[in-house]
């Protein structure tokens, strides 16, 4: 999610995101670094921060907007209050990951990389969790859990539901 217990993110403010990257922009390869400062800044990048980020780092929009869309951390709207992920690898696909896919699919009735309606699960694979001997692998907010079967990957959609932001 954000940046930890007690984290709120910022309401989206064009001078606070101009004091944000004001602070990155000499680093090399600032482009990055900003972006993850912004996203930790505000909990997303939010579309009205890429032109000013193009024009405080002289890229086109199209260069800023192609880095935020390419990368899977960088997200354009607001984490969802718990995250879901789901390794994808081969050890876990050999262990049942596919049916954990199909599972929370069906349990929380949305697709991989989707938010539930009312903003409280988001839903992703991801390939490789370092985890390939406990496998299949799950994160729940963050947190490893191996050899999670579909009852078990329902018992941890059902914790995160309960679960109440710190």
């Given at each position: 999610m954000g940046g930890g217990p007690g984290y709120e993110p910022r309401a989206w403010s064009e001078s606070r995101c101009r004091e944000v990257i004001a602070a990155l922009v000499g680093t090399r390869g600032s482009l990055l670094p900003v972006l993850h400062a912004v996203q930790l800044e505000f909990a997303c990048i939010d579309p009205r921060a890429v032109p000013v980020i193009a024009d405080a780092l002289n890229l086109s929009r199209a260069e800023v907007h192609g880095v935020v869309t390419f990368y899977r951390d960088f997200r354009q709207e607001p984490p969802a209050r718990h995250a879901v992920r789901i390794?994808?690898?081969?050890?876990?696909?050999?262990?049942?990951?596919?049916?954990?896919?199909?599972?929370?699919?069906?349990?929380?009735?949305?697709?991989?990389?989707?938010?539930?309606?009312?903003?409280?699960?988001?839903?992703?694979?991801?390939?490789?969790?370092?985890?390939?001997?406990?496998?299949?692998?799950?994160?729940?907010?963050?947190?490893?859990?191996?050899?999670?079967?579909?009852?078990?990957?329902?018992?941890?959609?059902g914790e995160a539901g309960e679960r109440t932001d710190p």
């Open positions: 390794c994808r690898a081969e050890a876990c696909q050999a262990t049942g990951a596919e049916r954990l896919v199909a599972q929370a699919r069906t349990h929380l009735g949305i697709a991989l990389g989707a938010t539930t309606a009312d903003g409280s699960v988001s839903l992703d694979d991801v390939f490789c969790l370092g985890n390939c001997a406990l496998g299949p692998s799950v994160t729940v907010d963050g947190r490893l859990h191996g050899r999670v079967d579909e009852d078990r990957l329902v018992a941890l959609l």
